[in-house]
């Protein structure tokens, strides 16, 4: 398969495009609802748009009410996001839940998709266990009760968790903290008792919980897939959130360095556009072949995604730490190069910065997936 | 072109590599001696190197997608692939390697008449003649077009003189195609582009021993070198026209930059870390992390060369991106051979021992440092991306 968009995500990349430019803009989304103060962090108004859009079922198959489509589509709208800073539950609810969900049990698809599918419903993930992502080791217990499961410990970095109706908990069933058997996936509707939420805004105004499950009761039927066989769901989900998250990085990378190009044209010193020097040009070229590189792997990924490769884990890997170093880059440049005016709130270079620090973080950051590319190649 | 019919050629393709590709032929390329580059005084190092050569000349594989008239086998670029493909399966080795199938051949089949293409790319694909690049000058480095060897004017020919630098393999050539000043008054429009026999009297060359131990590259030197215009009917001496050599030149720099770019995959493109980590035991925690890292910038560098040529095919790639190639791929080729040599410790600084087959990590990693100065510096790269594809002002 070529490296390129064929006509259909060509079409869809410029529908996205337009529709993020015109209605996630920072100006109605990001910093509308950042001023005033909202708990949610986004918009239910764009959200409902999202629907309209199709967007917020593409994972989900045709036959839940979805449009069947895969990560490359996906990424396509998750990469005009970043460009335009959008804040939205799409990559929380649409690619990781509705993965997760894809691997459920009709009843479970039944009960969950088809809100997901119109707009009506939020949903979140949550897997991280402190302050890092370390999936690999899930402390957090749900032991058999009854007819059912009473889930207890804590959860972090459960982005817009307190606007989601239901979470997808990864919890330990069987087994001590770092087995990799004995994990299950469950779908945790906001009301259940002994849930509590302490939300809290990120740099980026995102809004994330730390959530502690106080012996939540939980029916047989809130898990997603098998009792204990969890694991594969749960890397299911991760792979398609890490390459999704790289598609938004791609975006902040993008929007960054445009806005930044475009700045480096306009601005005049010692009676020259400062565009002309040649040491930042050269900063420039060098910023523009990494993001390209950037653009590159994480299409590719996608592709090994949709194709069920078994080099798509890896690639995953590969295009979000590769993603995290060139966003970083991008946006560390792009605040440099506006000089003073980029430390401004004015500006929204600054936002991209911000944006790109909480984006890093979410699902590993560079050190987690360079280590992770050495171990998944033997060494 | 079907995918079945695609497959029923690979099956043909397989077939006749089996056949025709001895299995010495199969073996990596070890030293300088296993690489066939053809030429009035080329010897075959052994009869598998020479059975393997003429298969593939017979049969038009030595240049696959070059048409059937000009000794290719007209190969659709769907078809090279898969042959491409079947060859590095088997790891047959390239049965002739030559600048005229790399940098003369496409300028010719881009620019040439008729009667030029009859002739030279027949005598490069048949591997008849060797050719050699006369490009840079002592003062002609990275501005290239201020170039002083001067061709002058005598009705039917023309006298050569000056001096060229970094000619790769000039004291092996046969020819050489070489950029000449024919119009002192005007700078870029005064340049030919000209093709003659390194055998006239009056051109020398002198090797230059490089910091790698090896003389890959010479200086060339012009002396009242009589250059005719035309070497028979429709045969002229020159690509293009006469005056305007410099757009071929920036064509062929374009081919030249794709190539060293490394973005059709290979060893410049594949992952180090784990043969590394094998090959040399224990490792420093830090040197493992920067092995880390650099096998995410090399994986992903990787798809960037699928994409890039999956654009080119299509012509969907920015015509300044073989820029970009260029600089990326050669600055991660010096990364790369920077942490072989930090991996191999002391046995990687070895210069003549067994081990190291004659000196291998040392000599291949001063080798690389040429990487991203030659076919056009890093700098003048991140100028061009800047100028033809940022467009920044002034540039």
Redesign the interface.
Known sequence: M???YDDDQTMLAETANQFMAEEGSTKKQLRHWRDRNCKDGFGHGLWKQFAEMGFTGMLVGEEDGGLGMGQVEANIVLEEIGRNLTPSPFLSSSVLAATALNHGSNDVKGRWLPELVSGDKVYSVAVDEGRKHRPEKIACKAEKSGNGFKLTGRKDFVVYGASSEMIVVAARTSGSDSDVDGVTLFAVPQDAAGMSHDSVRLVDSSMASHITFDGVELDGDAVIGEVDGGRDVLNAMLMAGRVGSAAEGVGVARGAMDMT?DY??QRKQFG??I??F?AL??R???L???V???R??T???AQLLDAGSEKAD??AS??K??VA?VAGLAVREGVQMHGGIGMTDEYDIGLYMKRDRALQEFLGD?YY???R??EL??? | MSDSDLETFRAQTREWLEANCPTEMREPVRDEDDVYWGGRDATFKSDAQKAWFEACRDKGYTVPAWPKEYGGAGLSPAEAKVLREEMSAIGARPPLSSFGIWMLGPALLHFGTEGQKQKFLNEIARGEIRWCQGYSEPGSGSDLVSLQTFGEDKGDHWVVNGQKIWTSYADKADWIFCLVRTDKANKYQGITFMLYDMASAGVSTKPILLISGNSPFCETFFDDVEVPKSYGEDVPAYVGEVNRGWDVAKYLLGHEREMISGADGGDRTSAIGAALTRANGEIDPVLRAELAQFDVDALAYAAMGEKFLDEIKVGKAHPAQPNMMKYAGTELNKRRHELIMAAGGSTALEWESEETGGGKPSRGWLRTKANSIEGGTSEVMLNVISKRILDLPGA
């Open positions: 070529p490296l390129y190009v480096l044209k020259k556009v565009g002309e040649q040009q050269h420039a070229s060098h523009y072949s990494e390209e590189i950037a590159a792997v299409i590719k990924a890896l690639m590969v295009a730490a590769k170093k560079q997936h360079a280590g590319v050495a190649s033997g060494y």
